[in-house]
C-alpha cells in the first residue's frame, strides 16, 4: 500500500510539473501581447472565476475566518511573487527562471527560522549555502551580466517562501479552498491600479490563451495537492525538479530558447541542497 501511494505520488508530482511548464509558457507567450503586471490581473480573474462555483455552494459558513491579516500578507507576498516570476519568463531562458526559483524551499527554511522561530541547524544553513552556491553559478556574476530579470527571477523565489511560511500558519484554522477563494479575490485589488496605468489592450486573439492560462494553474494546483497527500513530502518534492527539463523543452520547442550547461549543472546543486535539507527535516524529531 505504500508503494502504490508513493507511485502515485510521483505520479501526480510529475503531472504538476508538467502542467505547471506549460503555465510558465503560456506566460511567455501572452508576454509578447501584454506586460507581467495585466498577466497577473488575469491570472487572478480566471482563478475567481474557476473558485466562484465552490465558493456559491459552500456558502459563508465556509468562507468564515478571522485571519485577515495573515490572508491580505499572503496575497501581497502572491502578488509580488507572481509579479517577479512573470517578468522574469518574460525576458530570459524559461530554464533559467526555472532553475533559480529552486532556491524556493531554501528561502523558505530561513523564513521559517526568522518568522516563526524554527531551529534551522547546522545541515539546515549547510543546504541553504549549498544551494546559494548553484543559483551562482547560474547567475555567474563577474561572468555574465546580472540583470534584473535574474534578480526578479530569485525575488519570486523569495516572495513565494514567504507565502509558503503564511501558509503554515492559514492552515491552522483556514481551508486549502478558503485560501485559494480569497487570494485570487485579494490580489485584484492590488493587481488593478497597475494593470490599468499599463494597460496595453485586449486583444480577442488571446482570450482563449487567458481561458487556458486559469484553467491549467487549476489542473497544476489540484495535480501538486494530490501528490502533497498520496505521499511523503521526502519522496514526491524531488520529482517536482522535472519542471526544468520540462521547462527546456518548451522554451526550445516553442521560443527558440536554448539553455547551457552551467543551468543545468547550477540547478543540480540546488535540488540537492533542498533534497538534503528535506531529508534531514525528515529525520528531525518532531
Known sequence: ?????????????????????????????????????????????????????????????ALKTSAWSLLGLRSIASYLGMLCSFYAYSKIAIADAVALQF?????????????????IGRHGFLACVIGFVGALVIVRP???????????????????????????????????????????VMVLPLALPLTVYLWSGLSWAIVPWI?????????????????????DARIVQPFDFLRLPFGAAIGYLAFDQTADVLTFVGAAIICAAA????????????
Open 103 to 119: 532556491t524556493l524551499p531554501l528561502f523558505t527554511i530561513l523564513l521559517a527560522g526568522v518568522l516563526l522561530g524554527e531551529r
Open 1 to 61: 500500500m505504500q508503494s502504490s501511494a508513493a507511485l502515485r505520488g510521483v505520479a501526480w508530482m510529475v503531472a504538476s510539473g508538467f502542467v505547471y511548464s506549460m503555465s510558465t509558457g503560456i506566460v511567455r507567450y501572452l508576454a509578447d501581447y501584454m506586460t507581467p503586471a495585466e498577466i497577473v490581473f488575469w491570472r487572478s480573474v480566471t482563478g475567481l472565476a474557476v473558485m466562484l462555483p465552490w465558493a456559491i455552494r459552500a456558502g459563508g459558513a
Open 142 to 184: 563577474g561572468f555574465e551580466t546580472v540583470t534584473l530579470a535574474t534578480i526578479a527571477a530569485l525575488g519570486a523565489a523569495v516572495f513565494y517562501a514567504c507565502t509558503n511560511v503564511v501558509i503554515k500558519l492559514l492552515s491552522r484554522s483556514v481551508s486549502t479552498y478558503a485560501m485559494t477563494f480569497y487570494i485570487n
Open 211 to 231: 481561458v487556458a492560462f486559469g484553467a491549467i494553474n487549476t489542473v497544476a494546483q489540484i495535480c501538486l495537492t494530490n501528490a502533497i497527500r498520496a505521499a
Open 275 to 286: 533534497y538534503y535539507a528535506l531529508l534531514r527535516e525528515g529525520r528531525a524529531p518532531a
